[in-house]
């Protein structure tokens, strides 16, 4: 499994970005695809996760209310829309695979390059 990840850039606080997630794999569609961020100095920690189906899905507190992961499978794509971004929302953001929703990193065994979301005050 291949994935990468796109869409992230510099914005002001208050603005919006949405990052993508293009996997291969004919079997895209039966993956959980969960989205991480680091910043510098920081472990990598969960920020939203979407099971197969889009139908469950999970987020960070930290992200409630703000962001949204959507998933399309026939374009083996995963999105996170992310709306009134902070400062600290500043990171590199990763996409990864898993077998089960879930937050924990060690489950994860596909990871993404990574794109990094910068948000200015």
């Known amino acids: 499994v291949q994935l990468q990840a796109s869409g992230g850039g510099l914005v002001q606080a208050g603005g919006s970005l949405r990052l993508s997630c293009a996997a291969s794999g004919r079997t895209f569609s039966t993956y959980v695809i969960s989205w991480f961020r680091q910043a510098p100095g920081k472990e990598r920690e969960f920020v939203a996760g979407?099971?197969?189906?889009?139908?469950?899905?999970v987020y960070a507190d930290s992200v409630k209310g703000r962001f949204t992961v959507a998933r399309d499978n026939a374009k083996n794509t995963v999105y996170l829309q992310m709306n009134s971004l902070k400062p600290e929302d500043t990171a590199l953001y990763y996409c990864?695979?898993?077998?089960?929703?879930?937050?924990?990193?060690?489950?994860?065994?596909?990871w993404g390059q990574g794109t990094q979301v910068t948000v200015s005050s």
């Open positions: 979407i099971d197969w189906s889009g139908v469950n899905k």
């Open positions: 990864a695979v898993s077998y089960r929703l879930t937050g924990v990193l060690h489950d994860y065994v596909y």
